[in-house]
Protein backbone atom coordinates (compact mmCIF):
# COMPACT_ATOMS: atom_id res chain seq x y z
CA UNK A 1 0.00 0.00 0.00
CA UNK A 2 0.96 3.46 -0.65
CA UNK A 3 3.07 5.18 2.20
CA UNK A 4 4.72 8.61 2.70
CA UNK A 5 7.85 9.67 4.78
CA UNK A 6 8.40 13.04 5.33
CA UNK A 7 12.27 13.91 5.47
CA UNK A 8 14.18 17.55 5.90
CA UNK A 9 15.97 19.25 8.96
CA UNK A 10 14.66 19.61 12.18
CA UNK A 11 15.74 22.85 13.03
CA UNK A 12 15.69 26.28 11.24
CA UNK A 13 17.12 29.58 11.80
CA UNK A 14 14.68 32.41 11.62
CA UNK A 15 14.46 34.30 8.32
CA UNK A 16 15.68 31.13 6.67
CA UNK A 17 14.06 28.92 4.54
CA UNK A 18 12.31 25.61 5.90
CA UNK A 19 12.57 22.58 3.09
CA UNK A 20 11.23 19.22 3.28
CA UNK A 21 10.42 16.30 1.28
CA UNK A 22 7.84 13.91 1.34
CA UNK A 23 8.66 10.00 -0.61
CA UNK A 24 6.48 8.04 -1.80
CA UNK A 25 6.71 4.38 -1.91
CA UNK A 26 3.98 1.60 -2.66
CA UNK A 27 2.69 3.18 -5.66
CA UNK A 28 3.11 5.87 -8.39
CA UNK A 29 3.38 10.03 -7.27
CA UNK A 30 1.58 9.68 -10.92
CA UNK A 31 -2.41 11.15 -10.34
CA UNK A 32 -3.79 12.83 -7.17
CA UNK A 33 -3.32 15.37 -5.31
CA UNK A 34 -0.93 15.49 -2.83
CA UNK A 35 -0.91 17.87 0.09
CA UNK A 36 1.48 19.73 2.98
CA UNK A 37 -0.48 20.24 5.98
CA UNK A 38 0.79 21.65 9.62
CA UNK A 39 0.15 21.69 13.30
CA UNK A 40 1.48 24.07 15.82
CA UNK A 41 1.85 22.70 19.20
CA UNK A 42 -1.42 22.02 20.96
CA UNK A 43 -3.03 23.45 18.08
CA UNK A 44 -5.24 22.61 15.06
CA UNK A 45 -4.56 21.49 11.75
CA UNK A 46 -3.71 23.89 8.69
CA UNK A 47 -3.69 23.38 4.98
CA UNK A 48 -0.61 24.61 3.11
CA UNK A 49 -0.88 23.47 -0.26
CA UNK A 50 -1.02 20.97 -2.90
CA UNK A 51 0.91 19.99 -6.05
CA UNK A 52 -1.33 18.54 -8.54
CA UNK A 53 0.61 15.28 -10.58
CA UNK A 54 0.88 17.36 -13.58
CA UNK A 55 2.30 20.24 -11.41
CA UNK A 56 -0.33 22.74 -11.10
CA UNK A 57 -0.52 23.71 -7.46
CA UNK A 58 -2.88 25.58 -5.61
CA UNK A 59 -1.36 27.05 -1.57
CA UNK A 60 -3.22 28.35 1.41
CA UNK A 61 -3.47 32.39 0.83
CA UNK A 62 -1.93 33.54 4.45
CA UNK A 63 1.24 31.34 3.20
CA UNK A 64 1.17 31.70 -0.09
CA UNK A 65 3.87 34.24 -0.63
CA UNK A 66 6.50 32.16 1.05
CA UNK A 67 5.28 28.50 0.18
CA UNK A 68 6.46 26.73 -2.90
CA UNK A 69 5.42 22.77 -3.45
CA UNK A 70 6.77 20.75 -6.40
CA UNK A 71 6.82 17.50 -7.71
CA UNK A 72 10.17 15.36 -8.72
CA UNK A 73 8.35 12.36 -10.71
CA UNK A 74 11.11 9.96 -11.49
CA UNK A 75 12.29 10.31 -7.48
CA UNK A 76 8.24 9.63 -6.73
CA UNK A 77 8.89 12.80 -4.09
CA UNK A 78 7.32 16.16 -3.49
CA UNK A 79 8.59 19.10 -1.58
CA UNK A 80 7.81 21.82 0.54
CA UNK A 81 9.65 25.18 0.68
CA UNK A 82 8.82 27.95 3.28
CA UNK A 83 11.00 31.08 3.26
CA UNK A 84 11.32 33.76 5.83
CA UNK A 85 9.95 31.36 8.84
CA UNK A 86 9.69 32.82 12.32
CA UNK A 87 8.72 30.72 15.22
CA UNK A 88 5.35 31.21 14.36
CA UNK A 89 6.28 27.98 11.73
CA UNK A 90 7.18 25.89 14.29
CA UNK A 91 4.93 23.07 13.99
CA UNK A 92 4.45 19.24 13.00
CA UNK A 93 4.27 19.16 8.99
CA UNK A 94 2.49 16.40 7.42
CA UNK A 95 2.84 15.03 3.66
CA UNK A 96 -0.68 13.77 2.93
CA UNK A 97 -2.75 12.50 -0.29
CA UNK A 98 -5.90 12.87 -1.39
CA UNK A 99 -8.12 10.22 -1.72
CA UNK A 100 -9.74 11.42 -5.19
CA UNK A 101 -7.60 10.99 -8.58
CA UNK A 102 -9.15 13.54 -10.07
CA UNK A 103 -12.38 16.08 -9.74
CA UNK A 104 -13.81 17.24 -6.31
CA UNK A 105 -11.04 16.81 -3.12
CA UNK A 106 -12.49 14.06 -1.07
CA UNK A 107 -10.01 14.17 1.97
CA UNK A 108 -6.44 12.66 2.93
CA UNK A 109 -6.52 8.90 2.82
CA UNK A 110 -2.52 8.60 2.97
CA UNK A 111 -0.59 10.50 5.48
CA UNK A 112 3.05 10.95 7.23
CA UNK A 113 4.08 10.02 10.07
CA UNK A 114 4.85 13.96 10.54
CA UNK A 115 8.62 15.60 11.07
CA UNK A 116 8.37 18.32 13.51
CA UNK A 117 10.35 21.93 12.55
CA UNK A 118 11.38 24.15 14.99
CA UNK A 119 12.22 27.81 14.14
CA UNK A 120 14.67 28.96 16.36
CA UNK A 121 18.61 30.61 16.90
CA UNK B 1 -12.14 31.03 3.18
CA UNK B 2 -14.69 28.96 4.36
CA UNK B 3 -14.98 28.89 8.60
CA UNK B 4 -15.84 25.60 10.09
CA UNK B 5 -16.89 25.22 13.70
CA UNK B 6 -17.01 22.32 15.61
CA UNK B 7 -18.88 21.71 18.98
CA UNK B 8 -18.32 21.13 21.43
CA UNK B 9 -15.01 21.35 21.90
CA UNK B 10 -14.68 19.05 24.57
CA UNK B 11 -16.70 16.34 26.10
CA UNK B 12 -16.25 13.71 28.22
CA UNK B 13 -17.76 10.44 27.73
CA UNK B 14 -17.88 6.50 28.72
CA UNK B 15 -17.02 3.35 26.95
CA UNK B 16 -20.66 2.14 25.18
CA UNK B 17 -22.02 6.35 25.16
CA UNK B 18 -23.56 7.52 21.89
CA UNK B 19 -21.19 10.33 20.75
CA UNK B 20 -22.51 13.23 18.96
CA UNK B 21 -20.04 15.80 17.50
CA UNK B 22 -21.56 18.93 15.20
CA UNK B 23 -19.35 20.83 12.58
CA UNK B 24 -21.46 24.04 11.15
CA UNK B 25 -20.05 25.90 8.18
CA UNK B 26 -20.19 29.54 7.09
CA UNK B 27 -21.22 28.93 3.75
CA UNK B 28 -22.97 25.84 1.95
CA UNK B 29 -20.09 23.26 1.10
CA UNK B 30 -22.51 20.83 -0.48
CA UNK B 31 -21.45 17.38 1.08
CA UNK B 32 -17.49 18.01 0.40
CA UNK B 33 -16.87 17.65 4.03
CA UNK B 34 -14.94 14.74 5.42
CA UNK B 35 -13.84 13.51 9.20
CA UNK B 36 -10.69 12.36 11.09
CA UNK B 37 -9.59 10.65 13.94
CA UNK B 38 -6.15 11.91 15.40
CA UNK B 39 -4.35 10.57 18.57
CA UNK B 40 -1.53 12.25 19.76
CA UNK B 41 1.54 13.12 18.21
CA UNK B 42 -0.10 10.75 15.18
CA UNK B 43 -1.35 11.75 12.15
CA UNK B 44 -4.91 12.25 11.27
CA UNK B 45 -6.76 9.23 9.88
CA UNK B 46 -9.63 9.52 7.27
CA UNK B 47 -13.34 8.47 9.16
CA UNK B 48 -15.61 9.84 6.90
CA UNK B 49 -15.68 11.52 3.29
CA UNK B 50 -17.75 13.14 1.13
CA UNK B 51 -20.14 13.71 4.05
CA UNK B 52 -21.74 10.34 5.10
CA UNK B 53 -19.21 7.65 3.30
CA UNK B 54 -17.41 5.56 5.29
CA UNK B 55 -13.76 5.08 4.87
CA UNK B 56 -12.84 1.74 3.94
CA UNK B 57 -11.25 0.44 6.98
CA UNK B 58 -13.48 2.17 9.45
CA UNK B 59 -15.45 0.62 11.95
CA UNK B 60 -19.31 1.06 11.16
CA UNK B 61 -19.66 2.03 14.69
CA UNK B 62 -18.58 5.70 12.74
CA UNK B 63 -21.27 7.62 10.79
CA UNK B 64 -21.54 11.19 9.22
CA UNK B 65 -24.43 13.17 8.17
CA UNK B 66 -25.49 16.50 6.72
CA UNK B 67 -25.15 18.74 3.94
CA UNK B 68 -24.82 22.35 3.24
CA UNK B 69 -23.63 24.01 6.21
CA UNK B 70 -24.49 21.80 9.24
CA UNK B 71 -22.85 17.92 9.07
CA UNK B 72 -22.90 15.54 12.28
CA UNK B 73 -20.45 12.49 13.35
CA UNK B 74 -21.79 10.10 15.36
CA UNK B 75 -20.37 7.13 16.75
CA UNK B 76 -22.70 5.00 17.71
CA UNK B 77 -20.86 2.75 21.19
CA UNK B 78 -17.80 4.30 21.85
CA UNK B 79 -14.87 2.03 22.47
CA UNK B 80 -11.49 3.07 24.36
CA UNK B 81 -9.65 3.07 20.91
CA UNK B 82 -12.15 6.18 19.92
CA UNK B 83 -10.81 8.27 22.96
CA UNK B 84 -8.92 10.94 20.11
CA UNK B 85 -9.67 14.60 18.89
CA UNK B 86 -11.92 14.65 15.91
CA UNK B 87 -11.82 17.28 12.76
CA UNK B 88 -14.08 18.20 10.47
CA UNK B 89 -12.33 19.30 7.12
CA UNK B 90 -13.84 21.27 3.93
CA UNK B 91 -13.21 20.17 0.89
CA UNK B 92 -15.34 22.82 -1.47
CA UNK B 93 -13.24 25.34 -2.33
CA UNK B 94 -9.84 26.34 -1.57
CA UNK B 95 -8.37 27.57 0.85
CA UNK B 96 -9.10 23.56 2.44
CA UNK B 97 -10.08 24.38 6.23
CA UNK B 98 -9.98 22.48 9.01
CA UNK B 99 -12.29 22.74 12.13
CA UNK B 100 -10.95 23.91 15.67
CA UNK B 101 -11.51 19.80 17.03
CA UNK B 102 -13.49 17.90 19.48
CA UNK B 103 -11.61 16.39 22.48
CA UNK B 104 -13.69 13.41 23.62
CA UNK B 105 -12.34 12.33 26.68
CA UNK B 106 -13.09 9.28 29.18
CA UNK B 107 -15.41 10.55 31.90
Known amino acids: QVQLQESGPGLVKPSEALSLTCTVS????????WSWIRQAPGKGLEWIGYVYYTGSTNYNPSLKSRVTISLDTPKNQFSLSLTSVTAADTALYFC???????????????WGHGTTVTVSS | DIQLTQSPSFLSASVGDRVTITCRASQGISRYLAWYQQKPVKAPKLLIY???TLQSGVPSRFSGSGSGTEFTLTISGLQPEDFATYYC?????????FGGGTKVEIK
Open chain 1, 26 to 33: GGSINYYY
Open chain 2, 89 to 97: QHLNSYPLT
Open chain 2, 50 to 52: SAS
Open chain 1, 96 to 110: ARDKAEAGPRLGFDV
